[in-house]
């Protein structure tokens, strides 16, 4: 199974605090998306990212959230001014293609306080 | 928008017996994935199914996409410890990869 790697495992952020959530997959993928699960609920989409856009947002990812690829390797998630309600795990799943095998990364476990 | 649910929401059974979780959508499905969850962490990719009628193992785990591609099942054989945990169903639109997620499956493995 293709690693994907997330920093940082953990990140405890105050309220109001910006966050970056890094992404960092082994392969060249072309697909990059993120999800979220918020303790004891669904595995819901966040955004999806491709050839250095997006391509697809759900209503979740409002104007507080941003993604890109700096360096062509990283793939982050950034939100701008974390709300408590945004505690939860997130996780990145790149894909080489459509219609492929979708490896998650380990997560980051966000707690906003 | 495509809707998974997952049956039963939570199953214990005994070590060694048989065990099926399923997975049906209120679309038909193009692409079908099983992950493997622990409570709190990642998710661990088990099989993705993408054909009406395929079926997929892996070590004692089988999942089938029934032929009118709006149900999958995943059976556990002879079930262990090692299988506890939280079984999701995830599924993706034709020419896409964005997955709609089930609620999941708590799986307990009685000694």
């Known amino acids: 199974e293709p690693e994907v790697t997330q920093t940082p495992s953990h990140q405890v952020t105050q309220m109001g605090q910006e966050v970056i959530l890094r992404c960092v997959p082994i392969?060249?993928?072309?697909?990059f998306y993120w999800y979220r699960q918020i303790l004891g609920q669904k595995v819901e989409f966040l955004v999806s990212f491709y050839n250095n856009e997006i391509s697809e947002k759900s209503e979740i990812f409002d104007d507080q959230f941003s993604v890109e690829r700096p360096d062509g390797s990283n793939f982050t998630l950034k939100i701008r001014s974390t709300k408590l309600e945004d505690s939860a795990m997130y996780f990145c799943?790149?894909?080489?293609?459509?219609?492929?095998?979708?490896?998650f990364g380990q997560g980051t476990r966000l707690t906003v306080v | 928008s495509q809707e998974l649910e997952q049956s039963p929401q939570s199953l214990i059974v005994q070590e060694g017996k048989n065990l099926t979780i399923n997975c049906t959508s209120s679309?038909?499905?193009?692409?079908l994935y099983w992950y493997k969850q622990k409570y709190g962490e990642g998710l661990i990719f088990l099989m993705m199914?993408?054909?009406?009628?395929e079926e997929k193992s892996h070590e004692k785990i089988t999942a089938k996409l029934d032929e009118k591609k709006q149900q999958s099942s995943l059976h556990i054989t002879a079930s262990q410890p090692s299988h506890a945990g939280i079984y999701l169903c995830?599924?993706?639109?034709?020419?896409?990869?964005?997955?709609?997620f089930g609620q999941g499956t708590r799986l307990t493995i009685n000694p």
């Open positions: 199914l993408q054909k009406g009628g």
């Open positions: 392969s060249n993928h072309l697909y």
């Open positions: 679309k038909t499905l193009y692409g």
């Open positions: 799943a790149p894909a080489g293609g459509l219609n492929t095998e979708a490896f």
């Open positions: 995830g599924a993706s639109n034709q020419g896409a990869q964005k997955l709609v």
